[in-house]
């Protein structure tokens, strides 16, 4: 019967104990004269820098090579390698993930991501707990992060159509090490890190991560990224049956944010005034912003983690979580639609202008969560079980107070311009302020969880799960209708019961490879993405809850004395009950498909002793059907085809290679073209897509002794300019990095 793995280390104390007692003896041996055995040598493996068995959570109880799913693991050995510093930078380690911006003015607040076709910007958790907020998230905190590719919602519950991407918190350990890190990069931006675990003694130790910065952003004037962040923690028990970790974590950002340049002059871009149309690009670095935008996030965290050995197969984990995140944020954004930008009647482009607005958010999120997990391992006959089964409860709320830059009923505030190739951030625009408009939401979940893994010999595995939920959703708001000159009250309800589930089934070659075949569906109910409800459309209260059947075929192999993964998987997903209009009544109607179907492969881990890899390539294709819409007053029907952002292929590299103090590293990212328009009939306007790319970044390291290290990090090292995010209507973006450095300086002490 296999044991359930602790965090005990008695196998070292016996090990010590043993080495120990060899001069003893030895000494015994040579006064008795009994003949001495030879001498055994035991040899541990170097720790694996990219590679990763396992992932953090107790619903996984096998280790990846038989898991019967894609799932990417991003150590953060690999992050400091990269000098990556964002969940952003860390995410372009796996391919098939992209970025999205936000419509017309707005701009996406925080992490936003799209994975295998759909948006996963509500799929990110932290030590396996929901994490919401609009914050940029930073890995000063991270162990690993884990992106669990397919649906998820037998793991993670509600709307997780595409997977969701798991944050693994450091913790404290039964070894000391201390570390400072510190940056400066040639955008005049300097950061400071400290990752610090004492022992207190055989059971306690305590553990400190902290991160502060300062500085702006490369290629960008006058936008910033700073902040602080600091992560206490403390263990007790850690030699014991049963441990307690109590840890917080707290970040502080006071950002100036980045509201994008206009795509004029770009390749592709269209207007049908034929100057527009030839006109010049604008300079990257220029700001359309307003001197007073900011973005302040308050982000708040307090855990409490709880493992006990009920037996010797039988294990207990209990996570308690306390969180609460504040972002308030003014925006200058540029308005690049029909009328956003204007010749003035004068043939020079110095006198064109671009239309700007002003966005203002001010959101609360908070959350208390309490997840238990019991893991059990037991034979049935010849049949070896892993058991898991859970409880988990959690109050989620987010409030948003609206901003404007008129009360109701007063008149609509003229728009504002500025100069389209050279802006001025002090010129005098539209104050924002709160019009006593609101939204409210919050969703009350229960759920309970069973997985089984079966073991038929040493061969063949079977995979199970399910998860039922029930959640209760109630929202209210006060808001002002297009047209009105007082604000209305809103009021909705919502709530079911969700079941989602998975099976898979597993062949082994070998004991470290795996064959296998899987399927899983998820559910996505209204109002789950943003806490918003309806009287129709997506987030009605009426709606069906949108179904997400994923099937999947693969296989993985660990080589090399089990340090290098390949693995390789092919997949279809298909999404349900989407909003359509009905092409001859125009009522809406739940009947919109959306499919994706891909194959991926990635190698990850060691080579040699020297050369390390982490490799991946995603292609895939994208597909709605029944998707339209219906032009009220003309009848004209619209088909969406396509879905944004979703690249055929994507790729990622990053190798390195260690030789007498030295490394030196190489890495490439590739992605395809992006589209934007993804209907039949949609006028030119814009950008139609976002151009297919390839970035090469490079890294030099060098160790001046086991304590002291430097690395030199230089990204896009051709300059390429490419676009990382579009907006929907194709009329603003933000660049990627132009080529740049950064200078790291480590000391362990």
């Known amino acids: 019967m296999a044991h359930i793995k602790s965090r005990k280390h008695h196998r070292n104390a016996q090990l010590v104990a043993l080495a120990a007692s060899f001069p003893l003896m030895t000494h015994a041996a040579a006064n008795n004269g009994v003949t001495q055995l030879p001498t055994i040598t035991l040899e541990s493996k170097a720790e694996n820098k990219y590679k990763a068995d396992s992932v953090s959570s107790p619903k996984y109880t096998q280790p990846l090579v038989d898991t019967p799913q894609t799932i990417s693991v991003i150590k953060k050995e690999l992050l400091k390698e990269q000098g990556a510093t964002s969940l952003v930078e860390a995410l372009r380690n796996t391919p098939g993930i992209t970025l999205q911006l936000g419509e017309n003015g707005n701009t996406s607040a925080g992490d936003a991501f799209q994975m295998r076709g759909f948006s996963t910007q509500t799929s990110t958790y932290v030590d396996g707990i929901r994490d919401l907020g609009a914050v940029t998230r930073d890995v000063f905190n991270v162990e690993q992060i884990e992106v669990v590719k397919g649906p998820s919602g037998a793991e993670a519950g509600r709307g997780a159509a595409s997977g969701y991407i798991n944050l693994a918190s450091k913790l404290p350990q039964t070894e000391n090490s201390r570390e400072v890190s510190a940056t400066y990069n040639t955008a005049e931006h300097a950061r400071l890190t400290a990752d610090i675990n004492q022992v207190i003694n055989d059971s306690v130790a305590v553990r400190l991560n902290a991160m502060g910065q300062d500085g702006g952003v490369e290629g960008r004037d006058f936008i910033e990224n700073n902040g602080w962040a600091i992560a206490p923690s403390i263990a007790f028990g850690l030699d014991s049956d049963t441990r307690l970790y109590l840890y917080s974590q707290h970040i502080r950002q006071r950002n100036i944010p980045d509201g994008g340049i206009p795509t004029i002059g770009m390749k592709g871009f269209y207007n049908a005034d034929s100057a527009l149309a030839s006109a010049p690009k604008v300079n990257r670095e220029n700001y359309y912003g307003q001197a007073n935008d900011h973005e302040d996030v308050d982000a708040d965290m307090y855990t409490a983690k709880i493992e006990s050995d009920l037996a010797e197969n039988v294990k207990l ?75 988990e409860f959690l109050k989620e709320q987010q409030h948003n107070k609206t901003m404007a830059t008129q009360m109701p009923g007063q008149a609509t505030v003229a728009t504002s311009w500025a100069n389209l190739y050279d802006p001025d951030r002090n010129e005098a625009m539209p104050a924002l302020m709160y019009n006593g408009g609101y939204t409210h939401g919050e969703t009350d979940t229960a759920a309970a969880y069973l997985f089984d893994t079966l073991k038929f010999g040493e061969r063949f595995q079977l995979n199970g799960g399910v998860r039922v939920d029930y959640y209760d959703t109630e929202y209210d708001a006060l808001t002002l209708p297009s047209g009105s000159s007082s604000l209305v009250p809103a009021s909705f309800g919502a709530n079911d019961t969700l ?29 789950s993405a943003n806490f918003s409800l309806s009287a129709e459309g997506i987030n009605s209260a009426a709606a069906k809850p949108q179904e997400t059947h994923h099937y999947e075929i693969g296989t993985k192999w660990d080589l090399l004395n089990d340090q290098l993964a390949l693995n390789a998987a092919a997949y279809y997903t298909e999404n349900e009950n989407q909003f359509t209009q009905d092409a001859i009544t125009q009522e809406s109607i739940q009947q919109g498909k959306t499919s994706v179907k891909g194959v991926e492969l990635s190698a990850v881990g060691k080579i040699t002793e020297a050369w390390n890899v982490s490799a991946g390539v995603a292609h895939m294709k994208t597909e709605q059907e029944d998707q339209l819409s219906v032009n009220a007053t003309t009848g004209a029907i619209t088909r969406t085809n396509n879905v944004r952002w979703s690249p055929e292929w994507t790729a990622s590299l990053w190798s390195t290679y260690d030789v007498a103090g030295f490394k030196l590293g190489l890495g490439a990212r590739y992605v395809d073209e992006q589209k934007r328009v993804i209907t039949d009939s949609t006028a030119a306007a814009n950008m139609p897509n976002i151009p297919g790319y390839v970035v090469f970044d490079a ?51």
């Open 317 to 391: 984990t209990n996570i308690t979580r306390l969180g609460k995140t504040s972002m308030n944020r003014v925006l200058t954004g540029i308005n690049t639609g029909s009328a956003g930008l204007r010749t003035n009647g004068s043939t020079d482009p110095k006198d064109w202008e671009v239309n700007r607005s002003r966005q203002g958010v001010d959101q609360e999120n908070k959350i208390l969560a309490n997840q238990t997990t019991l893991n059990l391992n037991l034979k049935t006959g010849a049949i070896e079980h892993d058991v898991v089964a859970g409880l």
């Open 499 to 527: 079941v989602s589930w998975k099976l898979g089934g597993l062949f082994k070659p070998t004991a470290k490879s795996s064959v296998y075949a899987s399927y899983a569906k998820s559910l996505t109910p209204p109002g």
């Open 699 to 749: 890294m030099a390291g060098y160790n001046f002794n086991k304590n002291a290290s430097v690395n030199l990090n230089v990204y896009n090292l051709a300059d390429k300019e490419y676009i990382s995010t579009l907006n929907n209507g194709g009329g603003r973006v933000i660049l990627g990095q132009p080529r740049s450095a950064a200078l790291t300086f480590n000391y362990k002490f």
